[in-house]
Each structure stands twice: as C-alpha cells, then as structure tokens.
C-alpha cells in the first residue's frame, strides 16, 4: 500500500530552490575560512531570489529547510554549528519580512542582501555570546565580522540583482 502526497506546484518551486540553495551551502562549507563564521553567504542569493520573485513565504521555507537538510547531510545537525546557522538564519527571514513591508520600492536585491547578512551575522555572534563564549573580548571580532559581512552581502546582492535580470522576461519597448 502507498501513500501518495498531493504536491502543488509551489511545493515544487520550494523543492528546486532549497535543492539549489543546499547544493550552494554544502559547497561554501568545504571553503576554507579565514576567521570561523567567515563564509561568502551565496546560499543567500538563492533565498533573495525566491523573496523578490516568488515572496516572503517561499524565500522563508527555502532558507529553513537549506539549514535544516544542509545540517543533516553535512553533519553538522544539533551542533554549536547548526545553533549558529540557524540562527543566523531566522534572524535573516525576519529582516527580510520587515523590509518586504517598507511601502514603495522598498528594497532591491543588494539591499535585501546585505541586511539578510548584517541580520545573519549579528545573529550568530549574539548567539555565539550568549551560548557559548560569553567573554567581552569576543565583542572584538564583532567589527570584523559585519565588515565581512557588509562586503559577501554586497557581493550577493549583485550576484542576485544580475540573476533576477536574467530570469525576468524582456520588457517590451513602450510603442
């Protein structure tokens, strides 16, 4: 006997980009890092994507789930590592929910980006406090860190601004 699962479509564009997104994490965590809690963040781009084109709810299952499956297949899941993601992580989406709130244009994809990564970083080093060092001389490493994360945001946002051009459709020229 087999149980089969309705799925919609939306399950399966969550199951592309969290793949994706995955394939990226698992791929940024064999890097070598200079300082721990130092990497490029480009997992993110997938994330921002899926906010600016699809929304908040889709790019919110795709960063859990990158951190939840990107844990276990790592082997990182309920480590000080997977606490740190995850953090990181939760921190990012609510930003991100707050800013897809700002009325107008609100924010493009740099934007997203790099307050996903000042989000994320801040997070993790807060928890890192709290959790596990709680020394004041960790608050050292603090402007280091948001300074890398100011720089891989930036360099996200980019990379996803140029992605989101060419996914987009051309405009057609105004007759």
Not at 29 to 53: C, D, E, R, Y
Request: proline share 7%; with cysteine.
């Amino acid at each position: 006997m087999s149980i089969t699962v309705p799925t919609t479509r939306q399950d399966h564009r969550i199951a592309w980009l969290t793949a994706l997104a995955i394939t990226i994490h698992i791929a940024e965590s064999a890097l070598p890092s200079p300082l721990p809690g130092i990497k490029p963040g480009l997992a993110n781009v997938v994330t921002i994507v899926a906010l600016v084109q699809y929304g908040w709810g889709t790019a919110a299952w795709v960063a859990l789930l990158r951190v939840l499956i990107g844990s276990l297949l790592i082997g990182t899941f309920l480590s000080p590592t997977f606490l740190l993601s995850l953090s990181g992580a939760v921190a990012s989406i609510i930003a991100l929910r707050l800013a897809s709130w700002v009325p107008g244009r609100g924010f493009g994809p740099v934007g997203y980006c790099l307050l996903a990564a000042l989000a994320h970083m801040s997070a993790q080093f807060f928890t890192a406090y709290w959790v596990f060092i709680p020394h004041a001389g960790l608050f050292r490493l603090l402007p280091v860190l948001m300074t890398a994360s100011l720089i891989f945001g930036v360099t996200s946002g980019i990379i996803a601004q140029m992605a989101l051009h060419r996914l987009r459709p051309a405009e057609k020229p105004a007759l």
